[in-house]
């Protein structure tokens, strides 16, 4: 059984006099055990995507389901980390944390048990009492990400999250996020990255679904099979960038040679 399975969902948004389709006809599953990326183009709705998955936005057609169940409200059996950090500024690291255990009626005992074993399993032991506005952007985002964990979601959702940071910064927080994956010490059954990071995408995932440019539909499922950790400089690593690459650069070239595509 698929843990998720998206099927049939079209999006589509109101644009002055007509309908714009953002998403066509997307299907696919996510099995337990697996860490999949959505590639795309800027604008071919895979934010949207991750959103619906979330139950943040009701699909116009299609459905969501998690293990068989369709999803018709807020899900669940998920967790977001966002591009943004999304921190609110007025409160601490520690409360930061927990407040989606706060606003589940979590006593503060048992929010403050999970959050000092999330502080630490993220590195941010020694910031406890920090304030967003006295972090960097790598702690920032460690934050995020102790936040998603904390509510020890089946399928954690990954939404451009290093693409704010430095480029050492971002290279870590991927390290780390694969040893914690890797290390079974998480109740995640499986994550969903979206990226427009190719590279990020093939170091990372056991599998990329790449999306064509506007409206955004599958045009590619590709499973990697390279052991961890991954080479970079190796050739069949490039092969599997190269042939991902092309696919997105084909999709958005025809878009362009035919305007009226997609709409």
Request: charged fraction near 25%; hydrophobic fraction near 40%.
């Amino acid at each position: 059984m698929a843990l998720l399975s998206v099927k049939n969902v079209y999006q589509t948004f109101p644009l002055k006099n007509k309908e714009v389709v953002v998403l066509e006809d997307i299907n696919f599953d996510v099995n337990e055990g697996e860490f999949v990326s959505l590639v795309g183009p800027s604008g071919c709705g895979k934010s949207t995507l991750l959103r619906i998955i979330a139950g943040l936005l009701k699909p116009s057609s299609g459905s969501v389901l998690f293990r068989d169940s369709e999803i018709n409200d807020i899900n669940p059996y998920t967790s977001m980390v966002f591009q943004s950090f999304g921190l609110l500024p007025w409160l601490d690291v520690t409360e930061n944390i927990t407040l989606g255990l706060e606003a589940k009626g979590v006593s503060l005992k048992e929010r403050l048990k999970k959050a000092f074993k999330y502080i630490d399993m993220v590195g941010l032991e020694g910031f406890e009492e920090a304030y967003p506005r006295e972090l960097s952007g790598g702690m920032k985002q460690r934050v995020g990400i102790a936040r998603a964990l904390i509510m020890e979601p089946k399928l954690l959702l990954m939404d451009e999250p290093f693409s704010a940071l430095d480029a050492l910064t971002a290279e870590n927080l991927r390290s780390e996020i694969l040893k914690l994956w890797e290390s079974g010490k998480l109740s995640l059954k499986s994550i969903l990255l979206v990226t427009h990071n190719i590279e990020e995408a093939v170091y990372m995932s056991d599998r990329i679904i790449i999306l064509s440019a506007h409206p955004g539909k599958i045009i590619g499922d590709e499973r990697i099979d390279l052991p961890r950790p991954r080479d970079r400089e190796s050739k069949e690593f490039y092969a599997i960038y190269d042939k991902i690459y092309s696919m997105i650069l084909g999709s958005s070239l025809s878009k362009e040679v035919n305007p009226l595509m997609g709409k």
